[in-house]
C-alpha cells in the first residue's frame, strides 16, 4: 500500500526558512509530485509542482521564496522554504500523481509567527 510521509514542519518566526520533505513507500513512481497547503476556513491551494524531469510550477505567493525539488531515486519531494511569512501559516500536504490518479500524505502543520 502507498503512503506518503511528510516531515520538517513546525513553528517558525516570520523572515525564517523550513524545509519539508515527503517520501513515498512501495514500489511506485509519481510522474509529478508536488505540496498543497490548506488554512483553517480557506480552500486547500497548490504550492508548487515538480516532475520527474525536474520542470517545476508555483504558486505566485511564492515565487522567489520556495523551491521544490525532488531525488527520484529516494523517491521524495523537498520544498525549502524562505522568508516564510504568517500567511504560508497552514497544513502542507504532499501529492504525488500518476496517470490521473492522486496519493496524499497526512499532511504537516507549519506554523510562521510574526
Known amino acids: 500500500q502507498v503512503r506518503l510521509v511528510e516531515s520538517g514542519g513546525g513553528l517558525v518566526q516570520a523572515g525564517g526558512s523550513l524545509r519539508l520533505s515527503c517520501t513515498a513507500s512501495g514500489s511506485i513512481f509519481y510522474t509529478g509530485m508536488g505540496w498543497y497547503r490548506q488554512a483553517p476556513g480557506k480552500q486547500r491551494e497548490l504550492v508548487a509542482t515538480?516532475?520527474?524531469?525536474?520542470?517545476?510550477n508555483y504558486a505566485d505567493s511564492v515565487k522567489g521564496r520556495f523551491t521544490i525539488s525532488r531525488d527520484n531515486a529516494k523517491n521524495t519531494v523537498y520544498l525549502q522554504m524562505s522568508s516564510l511569512k504568517p500567511q504560508d501559516t497552514g497544513v502542507y500536504l504532499c501529492?504525488?500523481?500518476?496517470?490521473?490518479?492522486?496519493?496524499w500524505g497526512q499532511g504537516t502543520q507549519v506554523t510562521v509567527s510574526s
Open positions: 501529492n504525488g500523481e500518476r496517470s490521473g490518479n492522486y496519493d
Open positions: 515538480i516532475t520527474f524531469t525536474g520542470r517545476t
